[in-house]
């Protein structure tokens, strides 16, 4: 198998959470870094763009299937549904409750957890004011 590709920013919290399912499921990855800006290695240049139409990590290529995903919960979604055969993350029964229990949980990291751990690095890294501007 080829190792999966997860881009990603140093100081971005949401590729964490690809790179956690990744971990878990012992699927092979790279992490390409980006830096902020409209440079060739930019978020907002070209190049990136061609991969995540949004400017945003996480992204993820996957050369094995040659799916191209972005977005946290889109790729830890396509990871479990194409890696998590034996369901170590994924849901523990074929119900379709099952399978949205299992997003229930994949949707409030994404939307309630995830802002918050950026909430708190903003904090740490540009002061407390910062957030209050």
Known sequence: MKPLVLHAHSTGP?????????EALKVPYE???WQFGDAPNGLKGPQFLKISENGRVPA???PNTGVV?????ACVNYVLRVYDKENVLGPRGDS????VDVEKWIFF???SIGPF???FHHAQAFGLAYLLT
């Open 117 to 119: 751990v950026l909430t």
């Open 60 to 62: 993820l290529e996957d």
């Open 96 to 99: 379709e409750q099952d399978r």
């Open 109 to 111: 990291l994404v939307s």
């Open 69 to 73: 995903s972005w977005e946290s919960g």
């Open 14 to 22: 949401n590729p964490y959470k690809v790179a956690i399912a990744l």
């Open 31 to 33: 992490v390409k870094l």
